[in-house]
């Protein structure tokens, strides 16, 4: 019960933090996700790394794309798909962005226990894994 009103409460931080950049969250996420990511990834893919689905990634790179910050590139061993590719005007933005939410990151979790945070990131990796593997299932 604690866990999604915290999502929401960062998702309205970061929303605020990136509109004086011209994005949004689900925007900058992304940017942020393909600046730091393995190279030529797929549209699902990252729907499945930010954790929405893939309409609404569908919708976020469109805008992306129409905005001149992503461009889609066709994979060369499956020419049906196409790969994701920040533009440089992208990966500039990208970068400003992370280091925007990194300074957000930093301001709130600043006085914490490092083994406390350490602990806390390891209990949300097993419980992300255990609803991976409930989702599997069903």
């Given at each position: 019960m604690r866990i999604a009103p915290i999502g929401r409460a960062w998702q309205?931080?970061?929303n605020?933090?990136?509109e004086s950049l011209?994005?949004?969250e689900s925007e900058g996420r992304a940017l942020v996700y393909l600046e730091s990511g393995e190279?030529?990834?797929?549209?699902?893919?990252l729907a499945r790394i930010t954790g929405v689905t893939e309409a609404s990634i569908a919708r976020t790179v469109k805008h992306l794309e129409a905005a001149g910050l992503v461009?889609?590139?066709?994979?060369e061993h499956d020419g049906r798909a196409r790969q994701l590719s920040l533009t440089a005007e992208g990966l500039e933005l990208a970068q400003r962005l992370d280091a925007r939410?990194?300074?957000l990151r930093a301001e709130l979790l600043e006085g914490l226990p490092?083994?406390?945070?350490?602990?806390?990131i390891a209990v949300f990796d097993q419980f992300s894994a255990r609803i991976s593997e409930r989702r599997?299932?069903?």
């Open positions: 309205l931080l970061a605020v933090e990136l011209g994005v949004s190279p030529g990834m797929r549209q699902g893919d461009e889609r590139v066709a994979d939410l990194a300074r490092s083994e406390a945070l350490k602990g806390m599997e299932q069903v």
